[in-house]
């Protein structure tokens, strides 16, 4: 299966590792993946923000690098549902609907839970607002995650709440972001994981710097990265 990868804005800036454990993860799985480096960004923040206008020339230019490809990849439920709900209202996009979030890919494309993974940590999962309720991943990534050889989930308490990261969001509403944060927090710490993964760097970011500064001692790992650990190849911190 030709794949194209679609690193995502964040991602590719902030956080490649995460785009390269999805390239060693697919190609673990007998994808070709190619990462074509025309490529932009979705356009979702202009979306956002009322810049709809200023969307359409990244929906025409996302359409035109990935077109040929059997499939597109994403490590991000945010972009993804970017792509698949939004682009065919801006421009002619076939490609929107081969375009899929990292875990349903592999679960509803490739027909996979066990992936080879290996990391033993214990890990509690946030799923992330649009994987959730725009993508409706559901239990995907859990089913998954449970099939890492290793790997100690444990259930996050209210884990389908909002961590208040929300792009522009979090800077036009800081104080309502901030709560939002401390709750979501709260029920990490009150995990004793190890761990907290998720399905976008964006959040991860989010509540990771939030973590952070409570020097709670809990890594934001996204989840790809955690598909992609094997004994041979383990994950580092090093890497974060």
Request: with cysteine; glycine share 10%; net charge negative.
């Amino acid at each position: 299966m030709r794949v194209g990868l679609f690193a995502t804005c964040l991602t590719d800036t902030f956080f490649p590792e995460t785009a390269k454990a999805t390239v060693r993860l697919l190609e673990r799985l007998g994808c070709r993946v190619e990462f074509p480096l025309a490529q932009t960004c979705c356009g979702q923040m202009h979306f956002n923000t009322g810049y709809a206008k200023q969307a359409e020339p990244l929906a025409r230019g996302y359409a035109e690098v990935f077109g040929d490809y059997d499939a597109v990849v994403a490590p991000s439920g945010s972009c993804t549902g970017m792509v698949r709900d939004i682009h065919p209202g801006l421009t002619a996009s076939p490609i929107a609907a081969r375009t899929y979030e990292l875990s349903e890919f592999l679960v509803d494309v490739l027909g996979v839970t066990e992936v080879g993974a290996y990391f033993p940590h214990r890990v509690t999962y946030h799923p992330t607002c649009h994987s959730l309720r725009l993508l409706g991943v559901g239990e995907k990534p859990l089913r998954l995650l449970r099939a890492v050889r290793g790997l100690d989930l444990v259930e996050l308490p209210e884990s389908s709440s909002c961590c208040g990261f929300g792009g522009t969001f979090a800077v036009k509403n800081a104080e309502t972001s901030t709560a939002m944060l401390t709750d979501k927090m709260h029920h990490i710490i009150g995990t004793a994981a190890e761990v907290l993964t998720a399905g976008d760097n964006s959040c991860l970011m989010h509540i990771g710097g939030g973590l952070s500064r409570l020097r709670s001692g809990v890594r934001p790992v996204h989840l790809a990265e955690i598909l992609a650990s094997t004994e041979e190849e383990p994950w580092s911190s090093a890497t974060r």
